[in-house]
């Protein structure tokens, strides 16, 4: 999936328009938005830094939340390009429209390694729309279009897909390892290939699943969707653990591809069961480990995986070169529910060896809690994009950039 990147353009002097995802948390404090996790932004540091030391005259834009068409102070990006010049170390100016008169005026007074950041480009009611006269302005501000913002390629909008039919269009550096990893790195993975998916519905991942089956030795199934699988294969019952009836017909047609190609797929043989699960409040009740191939009681639910499932994924992974893991083992965002997930992030940790991509969303929030996110060979910056790639679908803010 080669692209044409920033390396393949001239940009001195030039305006160039970066789409870049700076969709980062923010918080009230003292009376003004701050900051709580600048990760986004120091992933677009290379690419930014690569720019300014050419003498781009670079232009940023990007969205934030979800405000629905229409400015909103909480969600403006103005605390970012504070955030921005402080990781720079020069100033970065900001525009209080992503386009109109003053960001018009304000790129075109850039002098070459000047950086200027625009506002929310989602307070436009048609960016999320690919709107063309939207596409057409943000275009009018720059000479070339560089997309950086991998998170946001699968959206088809004025800010990812539109503006490149009216700039020549080419990745950034963060754009490029996103590819290489999630996309050019699987076509011929180095093997024994072993994929982990977890996540909570069947209906949600069965594309990935079915896509990844076509290249992996073995697929590690965790999470609330592996317990259709266990119904299947274990004959267990579920109590009121993740299940739907119309589930068991798509794990079943996974199962039988997978034998088909001789494709090993595992699933947990025990679980963590609470009597009581309050997702908001972060609580449960009563807990306990069942044993191997357990039913679980009435009134009972599934929430982690357990130590023999553990053992049984890590045994596996131990063997593998390359591994891709997407989705949590368990209810993560409970502490007493982490374990799992925490566990098999360990356990791709210590295997020094292999190439371990993690594959975006809440994987990357697992592998930084447990503290070994320094030990992955690449973590992605996207959630749905990366699961969108994985699946082999064409990216809209991908296909928009010129082919090396």
Not at 42 to 60: D, F, S
Request: charged share 25%; proline share 4%; hydrophobic share 45%.
């Amino acid at each position: 999936m080669a692209k044409k990147t920033i390396r393949d353009v001239d940009v001195s002097g030039k305006r160039v328009l970066v789409r870049v995802d700076f969709n980062v948390p923010l918080d009230e404090k003292d009376g003004a938005m701050v900051i709580t996790d600048d990760n986004r932004i120091k992933m677009t540091l290379p690419t930014l830094n690569y720019l300014i030391e050419k003498g781009a005259r670079v232009i940023l834009c990007s969205h934030l939340g979800r405000p629905n068409g229409k400015p909103d102070p909480k969600q403006s990006l103005h605390p970012v390009a504070d955030g921005l010049a402080a990781l720079l170390g020069r100033p970065v100016a900001f525009a209080s429209d992503c386009v109109g008169a003053e960001a018009e005026a304000k790129a075109n007074a850039l002098a070459d390694g000047d950086v200027l950041l625009l506002e929310n480009v989602r307070f436009h009611a048609t960016e999320e729309a690919n709107g063309k006269e939207l596409a057409k302005q943000l275009a009018a501000l720059a000479e070339i279009y560089v997309n950086d913002a991998f998170g946001s390629a699968h959206r088809a909008h004025s800010s990812t897909a539109g503006v490149a039919e009216f700039l020549p269009a080419v990745s950034g550096l963060l754009m490029e390892k996103e590819l290489a990893w999630l996309h050019d790195e699987l076509e011929n993975p180095e093997r024994p290939f072993v994929v982990i998916l977890g996540g909570a519905k069947v209906s949600d991942k069965i594309a990935v699943i079915n896509r990844l089956i076509e290249k992996a030795d073995t697929i590690i199934i965790g999470g609330g969707m592996a317990y259709t699988f266990r119904k299947l294969v274990q004959g267990i019952t579920l109590g009121k653990s993740l299940y739907k009836p119309e589930w068991e017909p798509i794990a079943q047609a996974a199962l039988d591809k997978a034998a088909a190609r001789g494709v090993k797929i595992l699933i947990p043989v025990d679980a963590l069961i609470t009597d009581a699960f309050d997702f908001d409040a972060k609580k449960l009740g009563n807990t306990r480990y069942t044993g191997v191939n357990e039913s679980i009681p009435e009134g009972w639910e599934g929430v982690d995986i357990g130590p023999e499932s553990v053992k049984l994924f890590g045994e596996e992974i131990a063997k593998a070169k390359t591994v891709i893991w997407n989705g949590p083992m368990g209810v993560f965002e409970i502490k007493e529910a982490a374990k799992g997930t925490f566990d098999i992030a360990e356990v791709i940790a210590a295997n020094s060896t292999a190439k371990n991509i993690i594959g975006g969303g809440d994987s990357v929030k697992a592998v930084k809690k447990a503290g070994v996110a320094d030990k992955m060979t690449f973590i992605s910056t996207g959630g749905g994009a990366s699961l969108e790639l994985l699946e082999g679908k064409v990216l809209p803010g991908v296909a928009a950039l010129a082919d090396a």
